[in-house]
């Protein structure tokens, strides 16, 4: 169970520094800082030196009066453009970094959570808000900390000459870097908030309109979504515009301040000042008050990037540890597509370990009751157990636990004996006893992986059909099998007919094949390697029962050995289980192979003899 992120969590206000600290991206942040003010003092350095240069040749000095500042204006020239290429090189770096590392957090923790997201949503925290969050180092913390360094030194230079002049300048960098930009992001910051919520929900509504295209169709409520989508984007688009006039407006006139603070100091100068040095004061105190207008843009940015940021905090606090997060900045640790051992290739399984659960209980959030409560289950090596019991009654949720997509809120799982692929578990006991894995007390079941737990996997409900070829759609990016291992894998689906069509796309989502076709699809990567723990849940949705009967027997030949998990509503013959378990309102109701529970009373032998009333009867989904 995901810890609750209450945004008076201890430590809430600074996550986002807590990552960019534990993902390695501070060190690079604050070098991308310093070179890129090293690269505006060149730039302002080159422009006070070349100006002094042409004011003092214009006096004809003799020439060796003007050779240190001919070589300084040569240096700096080169530097600035140096300074600037490494610096844009350290700032993407750095910003890179960031991004990926909070990228893997949302994403970590919104596939862990129990409290799922609509995907609109979830997509906007991944992509804008993540980006947004980018930004706040990147457009707001940088031009921060180098404003405050080019004021320091422009107007430490200028006082040397004239406090007067400086005094000014100083009134002018005030102004565009800090005055202007407060009421920036007043102005910004009321819509700024109204914008992430409305672009949630207007991805939200575009997502829902595209997912749900044939639904809507059918009930002819296409109208009324798109409807629906068009007037959150009206209304984004109208937000976005009066933040972009309040933006516009205080950066008209930020840029009136620098011309009239060089004016400015071009008067004073002009009065009691060293004549060669009028010309290099005022035109300084130009660039720098440029400098540091991009402040204003930053303020803007920073009051969009507050909303961002409230609906990316829980997901960045909700989740539990990832790997490589608690000090180590090696590049790519705990980052998806990070090698672990045997991924991607296909394993021998020798024996799948004994696994057992102890009164194992999740309630979610908001929940009234559990939805699973105290159940115990026993998993010996090759077992096949299968899962049945009314809607709603905790079916999903058991095989969630047991892939590790939902976290236990109390109970005991534990492992025991053999390892996936023949390795030992790393902290297992040396007799082989059990390995604690989940909580007993409430808290996250952490560490799964790294106590051995197996790798299980198989059809999930409402498993994913990529927009890909067949072949790419089994292999999942796995490598070592040969069209004849995706041929039998798909043979046993049903879909052997399907080996000389391997490189055919299958549409989003399987839009372009049949509904059992798709749900045979997804049996067939299950079974192309099979993992030690198989779990199935509604493996056979979407096909007749007979077909359904067919293919079970099928999968069960080819998992032999493998401990299978399977949940099902649906009537298929179950008497090739080792064991059914009942559960109804989340507790384990009935339990024993099928020949014994369909004798007697109780739900199963209800639902086992529904199998005698016609085959009308199915279609209606009275089998539950
Ligand atoms: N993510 C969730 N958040 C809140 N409640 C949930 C969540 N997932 C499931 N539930 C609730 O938990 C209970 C058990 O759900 P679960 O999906 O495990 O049942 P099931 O037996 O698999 O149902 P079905 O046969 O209809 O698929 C239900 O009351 C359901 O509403």
Request: charged share 20%; proline share 6%.
């Amino acid at each position: 169970m995901t810890r609750p992120a209450g945004t008076g969590a201890p430590g809430a206000r600074f996550a986002g520094a807590r990552l960019v600290a534990r993902g390695g991206g501070i060190w690079q942040l604050l070098l991308a800082a310093l070179l890129s003010a090293a690269t505006d003092l060149s730039g302002l350095g080159l422009l006070a030196t070349a100006t002094w240069l042409i004011s003092r040749a214009a006096q004809r000095p003799p020439i060796v009066a003007l050779t240190v500042a001919i070589v300084a204006v040569r240096g700096l020239a080169v530097a600035k453009g140096t300074l600037r290429y490494v610096e844009r090189l350290a700032g993407h770096d750095a910003a890179l970094r960031v991004l990926a590392r909070l990228r893997t957090r949302v994403y970590a923790t919104a596939s862990r959570g129990t409290d799922p997201l609509p995907r609109g949503d979830l997509l906007a925290r991944l992509v804008s808000d993540v980006d947004s969050v980018q930004d706040l180092l990147l457009r707001c913390a940088i031009p921060a900390g180098v404003g405050g360094i080019v004021a320091l030194v422009t107007v430490g230079f200028t006082a040397a000459f004239s406090g007067r002049a400086a005094l000014l300048l100083l009134a002018g960098l005030l102004v565009a870097g800090l005055a202007l930009p407060a009421l920036a992001y007043l102005l910004a910051s009321r819509a700024a908030a109204r914008i992430a919520q409305v672009r949630g929900r207007y991805l939200a509504a575009s997502v829902d309109v595209l997912a749900g295209a044939a639904d809507l169709a059918a009930f002819g409520a296409t109208e009324a979504a798109l409807a629906d989508a068009a007037g959150q984007s009206s209304a984004l688009a109208r937000l976005e515009r009066r933040a972009g006039v309040a933006g516009a407006v205080t950066g008209a006139v930020g840029a009136l301040v620098p011309g009239a603070t060089a004016i400015g100091v071009l008067a004073l100068s002009v009065r009691g000042g060293p004549s060669v040095m009028v010309a290099v004061l005022s035109l300084l105190a130009l660039a720098a008050v440029e400098a540091v207008l991009p402040l204003l843009g930053a303020a803007v940015r920073y009051a969009e990037l507050r909303g961002a940021w409230q609906r990316v905090r829980p997901l960045l606090l909700a989740g539990d540890e990832l790997p490589g997060e608690s000090g180590s900045a090696e590049p790519g640790a705990g980052e998806p597509g990070s090698a672990e051992p045997g991924a991607g290739e296909p394993s021998a399984i020798v024996a799948p370990p004994a696994i057992v659960a102890r009164q194992l209980t999740v309630r979610y959030p908001g929940g009234p009751v559990p939805a699973l409560d105290g159940v115990d289950l026993e998993l010996p090596p090759g077992r096949r157990v299968a899962v049945v019991g009314p809607s709603g009654a905790g079916k999903s949720t058991l095989l969630g636990v047991l892939t590790g997509a939902v976290q236990p809120t109390a109970g005991r799982l534990s492992v025991s004996g053999a390892a996936p692929d023949g390795a030992t578990p790393d902290g297992a006991t040396p007799d082989g006893g059990p390995v604690r894995v989940g909580p007993s007390e409430g808290g996250a079941a952490e560490g799964r992986e790294a106590l051995g737990w197996p790798r299980s996997g198989g059809v999930l409900a409402d498993g994913y059909v990529f927009h890909a070829s067949v072949r790419e759609n089994l292999t999942l990016g796995r490598a070592g099998f040969d069209d004849a291992a995706l041929g039998r894998a798909l043979a046993v689906a049903g879909l052997a007919d399907w080996a000389q069509r391997l490189d055919e796309l299958v549409g989003e989502d399987g839009a372009q094949v049949s509904g059992g076709q798709r749900q045979r699809l997804l049996l067939a990567r299950a079974l192309l390697d099979p993992p030690p723990v198989l779990v199935l849940d509604e493996p056979t949705e979407g096909l007749d029962p007979e077909a359904a009967d067919a293919v079970l027997a099928d999968v069960l030949r080819a998992a032999d050995g493998h401990t299978v998990v399977m949940v099902t509503h649906r009537l298929v013959d179950l008497r090739a289980f080792d064991e059914i378990v009942v559960l109804i309102d989340g507790r384990i109701s009935q339990r024993g192979p099928h020949d014994a529970l369909v004798e007697g009373p109780g739900w199963y032998s209800t639902w086992a003899g529904i199998r005698e009333v016609p085959e009308s009867t199915f279609a209606s989904g009275m089998g539950r």
